[in-house]
């Protein structure tokens, strides 16, 4: 049985993430552990894919940190725009008996668009006969635009200055979508509500009532002539894909309204513009595939059929051997998913002239980005800034860094906060604190051990991670490293997250990344799907 998982396919796959992650379907964080130095600390060696190599890892965990809806971004390859180059154009057929300039048999392969040098996304409809591009793109308008140099090209969007900063990098580009369209459904907010029926009778505001699959969103109704007049949102609430509005009490009945859902995160400049302006199954461009012979300039008549309506084309005739050179769209139609060309003459004898047509991908140039530039890699970047907060252990270094989806605490429920500790925390006396070093071994006389991670002077408190996770209130401690024995301790806290729990999706081996009070580390990830 012959299968294929198709390049949009795995866009999807990045967007079911992205969705989980921004409407909290599921909960997402950072763990990091290993302060055991690598043998060769420049080169950490390649993670293995087993339960023994993960598990190995789950007893250093230090901490973990949530990833918040602002910290993933879909991802497509970086190309930037460099004069005298030749792009490869838009072309819905490549990999079906054509291939594009650089030689790619699939559209995700081909050089279609470019980021130019102040990070605005264009794709190339036109590259004027394979020609060089040497006028960089730099309009934003929402039409189809052609240049100096004959390249026709399509204005996406603009990379947010934040977007740049946090997921921008040497071979991806961050991309986005407009959440608020229905065929993305990675929204989280409850953005307004429109008023479809106002209703009657009401005497006072009713209460608005919005019910979905978030949380938190609230609004007041106002009244005018007994109807239900607007609604004001007070809170926009998160994690909804989608929400229903009702209005109860107020002495009124039937007023009805839509909830309009949309992203807490700004879309990229000019996107939204772009993403409201594209047009479904326009006619690009039609490439001549055969010139056939004794055609008149005047003479040929271009005729589209298909789905759609409206498209038109004329054809330029070589008046030395009457084939036909070019063939130019003068009317792109609309609602075409397939288009047939066919070439005939009004009173000249041509014949043989064949072309193919190109139809803009489904919503039209813009409407989808992640999936007209095949996002299908999802990035990943957090700062560990927090250095109030003793989760994030400062003083120590660590190695691997992994993403875990549904870590539990020791209650066995989901861990949903924005930190946690995976240590066994111990108080010890004041002025005890001196008998243990981060990296120390700890013994307990439970048959626990323990390797020390963190020491707060302030509170008198130690940060052990476990091997062997046998402690109590009452255990009696040996520092081997040191040959310190008869440790005593006041109490001991439980780890806040269980690091035997959860779905590593994602495991990084890195050079040690060493934290101190005093800086922020931003920590990136990429999955590719």
Same mark, same amino acid.
């Given at each position: ?50 339960d023994a ?22 991802l497509a ?39 130019t ?8 409809i ?9 006028v ?20 996406m ?18 991309v ?5 369209n ?16 106002g ?13 979905g699959?978030?949380?938190? &969103? *609230? ?6 002539? =007994? !109807?239900? %007049? $607007? ?5 926009? #609430? @998160? /994690? +909804? ?15 009805t ?28 461009r ?19 059929t298909g789905?759609g309506a409206?498209?038109? &084309? *004329? ?6 051997? =009457? !084939?036909? %050179? $070019? ?5 792109? #139609? @609309? /609602? +075409? ?50 250095n ?32 946690? %500790?995976g ?6 006396? @004041? /002025?005890?604190t ?44 040996e ?51």
């Amino acid at each position: 049985m012959a299968l294929i998982l198709r390049r949009l396919g795995r866009v999807e796959l990045a967007r079911s993430y992205l969705r989980d992650i921004r409407n909290n379907n599921d909960y997402f964080h950072f763990i990091v552990g290993r302060t055991t130095p690598w043998s060769d600390e420049t080169a950490p060696p390649t993670p293995i894919d087993s339960d023994a190599y993960v598990a190995e890892f789950r007893r250093t965990v230090m901490f973990s940190q949530r990833i918040d809806s602002a910290d993933v971004c879909m991802l497509a390859k970086r190309e930037n725009w460099t004069s005298n180059t030749v792009y490869d154009e838009y072309d819905d057929a490549y990999g079906n008996g054509t291939s594009s300039y650089s030689g790619a048999l699939s559209l995700a392969e081909a050089k279609f668009f470019v980021m130019t040098s102040d990070f605005k996304v264009y794709k190339c409809i036109s590259n004027n006969n394979n020609a060089q591009s040497t006028v960089e793109p730099s309009s934003t308008g929402t039409s189809i635009f052609e240049l100096s140099d004959g390249y026709n090209w399509k204005y996406m969007f603009t990379i947010s200055a934040s977007d740049q900063n946090k997921f921008l990098d040497a071979d991806f580009i961050p991309v986005r979508k407009l959440t608020g369209n229905p065929t993305h459904d990675v929204t989280g907010e409850v953005d307004s509500i429109s008023i479809t029926a106002g209703g009657s009778g009401y005497t006072s505001a009713p209460t608005v009532v919005i019910a979905g699959d978030g949380t938190g &969103a *609230s609004a007041t109704a106002s009244i005018g002539s =007994g !109807a239900v %007049t $607007s609604v004001t949102i007070n809170t926009s #609430g @998160s /994690g +909804y894909s989608f929400a229903f509005v009702s209005f109860i009490g107020g002495g009124g009945a039937n007023a009805t309204g839509t909830v309009n859902l949309g992203d807490a995160d700004s879309l990229p400049a000019g996107q939204s513009a772009v993403e409201g302006a594209a047009i479904t199954g326009t006619l690009d461009r039609v490439v001549v595939t055969n010139a056939g012979q004794d055609y008149a300039q005047g003479d040929v008549v271009v005729t589209v059929t298909g789905d759609g309506a409206g498209a038109e &084309a *004329s054809a330029y005739v070589n008046s030395a051997t =009457g !084939a036909i %050179t $070019s063939i130019r769209v003068t009317n792109p #139609g @609309s /609602g +075409y998913s397939y288009a047939n060309i066919s070439i005939t003459n009004t009173s000249a004898p041509g014949t043989n002239a064949a072309a193919r047509a190109i139809i803009s991908p489904q919503g039209g140039h813009g409407s989808n980005a992640t999936r007209e530039l095949f996002a299908h890699n999802l990035g990943v970047t957090v700062n560990f800034s927090d250095n109030d907060n003793k989760d994030l252990i400062t003083g120590n270094d660590f190695r691997q860094i992994a993403l875990i989806k549904n870590i539990k605490n020791n209650s066995g429920v989901t861990y949903t906060a924005n930190t946690g %500790t995976g240590c066994h925390i111990i108080n010890v006396a @004041s /002025g005890q604190t001196s008998n243990y070093a981060v990296d120390d071994i700890i013994l307990s006389n439970d048959g626990g051990k323990f390797q020390v991670i963190q020491i707060d002077t302030g509170n008198n408190n130690i940060y052990l991670t476990a091997e062997i996770p046998l402690l109590s209130n009452s255990s009696t401690l040996e520092n081997t490293t040191q040959s310190i024995a008869s440790l005593s301790i006041n109490s001991v806290t439980n780890p806040e997250i269980d690091n035997s729990t959860g779905e590593i999706v994602y495991l990084d081996n890195r050079a040690p990344i060493i934290r101190s009070a005093d800086q922020v580390e931003q920590v990136k990830a990429l999955i590719r799907f």
